[in-house]
């Protein structure tokens, strides 16, 4: 596997991990670079300030120097004359060419530094490792000429009495050094306190970070379930609204908008396919009432025709009669497709065409024909005078839905019955009442009267079954609603609702 493959493959399993485990790994890189950073500057720092203080240390030692001292170092005992602690300091005298003398001389794990490594390093400090390796130790080291010249700096101001006039030999090198190791030991306690303290600091943000992630992520949590029970068919669920001012607000917003459009595209289409269902079953039970309607005159007209055609010699008068019936069947069968025309328009919610329609008026033109027609029953007419019975509709169908009514009463109820039309005003809607006094009908027979082609039983009276079901076709086209109360003695009232018209209009 190259390199480009094992990225690759990284990155897809870093894809799979959990986005609360990733925010908190990223916080928690984050911090411990920041520790790591904040560690190894201060170390540095200390490292830094230590040996500056250290080497500044070492070069006054020498700039204090005298004659006397210098003579002391031939001395065995020379290093107590320096004022240098034996198991901190080492005093080293060096000569070409390999030549080098320490103080104390009992150090063990004295420097180990030649005079190539002075050399390399004039007038400066450097680091060197015992022989052992064991410490590391600070070397500053000054050549015999400048010590010369530092001592004779520092007589110049003395008595010429007290001037020593004779020097003793010079070496080539003098070299001063300092044990690191408790400097050494206070880095690596430092280092160590560090990690502890980064390590503890780690596991509690780890802790603390990854309640606070998972919090701060539940939002996206309901998101998540929301869309599941989206998913599974409630498309009324809604995200949780959230501040407008936070991203995830925002996010909630766009998504519930969304959601929103969604459903409403869901319901449109649940709407459409159920009104093409309902379609399809309205219309294979218009065609199998409609042939059931139409098998009856169809074979009355057949019956006839035949009879009259096989016998020629049939006494004028049946002749008659029999094509009188056949007129009658084609008139019932005239009817009933003009009926199932109309209701066939109606289901086309076709727009109709409006105007401002009186039905106090219409009702009242209404009742004056039908007087006139059926002289057998009695007809009132009751308005309030002046009240707003205005609605906007088809004028010729609103008065087909009166007429439909009033021949509905007549042909369902005896000779001298009553039967009363009221127009009124009733909040913002016109109500039309049609009710008589006849024999009424069984709540059975009242729930299905809208039905197309229902006829209860026991009617011997002709009718096809569709006027009351043009009525509620045509108030349903209006945005009305048409209802039906009766009980057996208690006569009939349907009431007819729609909506009046504005003032504005």
Do not use: C
């Not at 190894?40 to 030692?61: M, N, P, R, Y």
């Amino acid at each position: 596997m190259n390199v480009r493959d094992f990225a690759d493959a990284l990155g897809n399993r870093w894809e799979r991990v959990p986005l609360r485990v990733r925010l908190t790994a990223a916080v928690l890189a984050l911090v411990a670079g920041s520790l790591l950073i904040i560690s190894v500057s201060t170390i540095l720092a200390l490292h830094s300030t230590f040996l500056g203080t250290i080497d500044q240390e070492l070069k006054d030692k020498f700039e204090t120097l005298g004659l006397d001292e210098v003579a002391a170092l031939s001395d065995s005992e020379g290093s107590s004359q320096l004022g240098i602690r034996p198991n901190q300091y080492i005093f080293s005298m060096l000569n070409y060419p390999d030549r080098r003398h320490d103080l104390p001389q009992s150090q063990t794990d004295a420097p180990n530094f030649t005079l190539a490594d002075i050399e390399a390093h004039p007038e400066d400090a450097f680091t060197a490792l015992a022989a052992d390796g064991s410490v590391r130790w600070r070397v500053y080291a000054v050549s015999g000429e400048h010590l010369r010249q530092t001592i004779q700096e520092n007589q110049e101001g003395l008595d010429p009495a007290q001037q020593i006039d004779s020097a003793p030999s010079f070496s080539d090198y003098y070299a001063l050094s300092y044990n690191l190791k408790h400097f050494d030991r206070t880095v690596a306690g430092l280092v160590w306190v560090d990690v502890l303290i980064g390590v503890g600091v780690l596991a509690g943000l780890a802790a603390l970070g990854f309640g606070l992630v998972r919090a701060s992520l539940a939002p996206l949590r309901q998101i998540e379930n929301t869309a599941a029970m989206i998913a599974a068919g409630n498309y009324s669920q809604r995200v949780p609204p959230r501040d407008p001012e936070t991203e995830v607000g925002r996010v909630s917003m766009a998504i519930n908008s969304m959601l929103g459009k969604i459903e409403s595209s869901i319901r449109a289409r649940e709407y459409s396919e159920g009104r093409a269902h309902d379609s399809e079953r309205r219309m294979r039970e218009f065609i199998a009432d409609a042939s059931h309607e139409l098998r009856t005159p169809l074979t009355n007209v057949r019956g006839y025709s035949e009879l009259v055609r096989a016998n020629p010699g049939m006494p004028e008068n049946e002749r008659q009669h029999y094509i009188g019936q056949i007129e009658e069947a084609a008139k019932r069968m005239g009817l009933l497709v003009g009926d199932l025309l109309h209701l066939a328009r109606l289901d086309q919610e076709r727009p109709v065409e409006t105007e401002p329609v009186d039905l106090a008026l219409l009702g009242h033109e209404a009742v004056s024909s039908h007087s006139v027609v059926a002289e057998d029953y009695r007809f009132e007419f009751e308005s309030v005078p002046g009240a707003p019975t205005v609605v906007v509709a088809d004028r010729a169908r609103m008065r087909q839905v009166i007429d439909n009514l009033l021949s509905n009463a007549v042909r369902h109820t005896p000779p001298g019955t009553t039967v009363t039309v009221a127009v009124a005003a009733e909040d913002d809607e016109v109500v039309l009442r049609v009710a008589d006094d006849g024999p009424g009908m069984e709540s059975e027979v009242a729930d299905r009267v809208f039905e197309r082609f229902f006829r209860s039983d026991g009617v011997t009276h002709p009718g096809s079954g569709l006027g009351l079901a043009i009525v509620a076709a045509i108030v349903r086209s209006h945005g009305g609603s048409v209802s039906v109360r009766s009980e057996p003695g208690g006569g009939t009232e349907f009431t007819v609702r729609l909506d009046a018209e504005s003032q504005e209009d």
